[in-house]
């Protein structure tokens, strides 16, 4: 066989053998190209939002304790581990939160916004449903506002010996533009800064995980307004605090958030009002 006739086998040869990568190459694109992902997702990396931020409420362990350095010592490790071993929480917070029970929303005194003979058997229903949890309750944290003080000294009668706090940051108020926006609400843009600041200085008193020290698991109730506490769920949950108005809750529902040992939240239930008789529901 001539040199001429063997180059040009060899060529044959290559150029098969590309054309078959060539061909293996495209049916592989083309296989991904028809790859599906579940409906539930469609990237194999969390958004930025979605991803966790376990310091959100600036008791992480790693932030409490000062850093090793560059070259530590078997000796400095051991510290430091022991060292975030102490500042590690070790029980569960649960927050409860009872929306106060229908009122008198026309009336301009804030005095006369008293509730209405529905919204008394609302936050009568609510008190027996708590009761029946059979809870120990640490305390009940109560707005300031009229429609709410008159819930919980109703829940009260079923919950005997709890201790009462009354709290002003509480109270109603708008605590951010909401996305998207609506037209039958449109607060003064002060407001929102107003409100808002004292309604995010209420979520930072109340939300956070147990301190080191604390042994057994704490319940805590707060009666409160529907705005505020959308919004605590928005911020416990990492979601969008944009997005609070997308949310409805009736009047004595019950919102149920538990703070974990690690820093990660888990909202137990949103505005559950099926302990009260559907002829009684309301929201407005």
């Given at each position: 066989m001539g040199p001429w006739m063997h180059l040009q086998k060899l060529s044959a040869l290559a150029v098969g053998?590309?054309?078959?990568v060539v061909l293996y190459m495209y049916a592989t694109q083309d296989e991904r190209r028809?790859?599906?992902?579940?409906?539930?997702?469609?990237?194999?990396?969390p958004s930025k939002c979605a991803v966790w931020d376990y310091n959100w409420?600036?008791?992480?362990?790693?932030?409490?304790?000062?850093?090793?350095?560059?070259h530590p010592t078997p000796d400095d490790e051991n510290k430091y581990r022991a060292s975030l071993e102490k500042t590690k929480s070790k029980a569960t917070r649960h927050i409860i939160l009872v929306r106060?029970?229908?009122y008198l929303d026309k009336c301009l005194v804030e005095a006369d916004r008293v509730l209405?003979?529905?919204g008394r058997q609302q936050a009568n229903y609510t008190g027996q449903r708590l009761a029946q949890l059979n809870i120990k309750w640490d305390k009940m944290v109560v707005s300031t506002q009229v429609r709410a003080q008159e819930t919980a000294e109703i829940i009260a009668q079923s919950l005997r010996s709890v201790p009462v706090e009354h709290c002003?940051?509480?109270r109603e108020g708008a605590p951010i533009p909401p996305e998207p926006p609506v037209n039958h609400w449109k607060p003064e843009p002060a407001q929102f800064y107003r409100d808002?600041?004292?309604?995010?200085?209420?979520f930072r008193k109340y939300f956070y995980r147990a301190e080191a020290d604390q042994k057994e698991h704490s319940y805590t109730l707060l009666v409160g307004?529907?705005?505020?506490?959308?919004?605590?769920?928005c911020r416990a949950l990492q979601f969008p605090p944009e997005a609070w108005l997308r949310i409805s809750l009736n009047h004595g529902s019950i919102t149920w958030i538990s703070i974990l040992p690690s820093g990660r939240v888990t909202l137990r239930t949103l505005g559950d009002s099926g302990h009260i008789p559907p002829e009684l529901i309301t929201h407005k």
């Amino acid at each position: 066989m001539g040199p001429w006739m063997h180059l040009q086998k060899l060529s044959a040869l290559a150029v098969g053998s590309a054309g078959g990568v060539v061909l293996y190459m495209y049916a592989t694109q083309d296989e991904r190209r028809r790859f599906v992902a579940a409906s539930w997702t469609t990237n194999s990396k969390p958004s930025k939002c979605a991803v966790w931020d376990y310091n959100w409420d600036r008791r992480e362990p790693t932030s409490l304790v000062e850093p090793l350095g560059h070259h530590p010592t078997p000796d400095d490790e051991n510290k430091y581990r022991a060292s975030l071993e102490k500042t590690k929480s070790k029980a569960t917070r649960h927050i409860i939160l009872v929306r106060h029970g229908e009122y008198l929303d026309k009336c301009l005194v804030e005095a006369d916004r008293v509730l209405t003979p529905v919204g008394r058997q609302q936050a009568n229903y609510t008190g027996q449903r708590l009761a029946q949890l059979n809870i120990k309750w640490d305390k009940m944290v109560v707005s300031t506002q009229v429609r709410a003080q008159e819930t919980a000294e109703i829940i009260a009668q079923s919950l005997r010996s709890v201790p009462v706090e009354h709290c002003s940051l509480i109270r109603e108020g708008a605590p951010i533009p909401p996305e998207p926006p609506v037209n039958h609400w449109k607060p003064e843009p002060a407001q929102f800064y107003r409100d808002g600041a004292r309604i995010e200085a209420a979520f930072r008193k109340y939300f956070y995980r147990a301190e080191a020290d604390q042994k057994e698991h704490s319940y805590t109730l707060l009666v409160g307004h529907g705005n505020v506490i959308r919004y605590f769920t928005c911020r416990a949950l990492q979601f969008p605090p944009e997005a609070w108005l997308r949310i409805s809750l009736n009047h004595g529902s019950i919102t149920w958030i538990s703070i974990l040992p690690s820093g990660r939240v888990t909202l137990r239930t949103l505005g559950d009002s099926g302990h009260i008789p559907p002829e009684l529901i309301t929201h407005k």
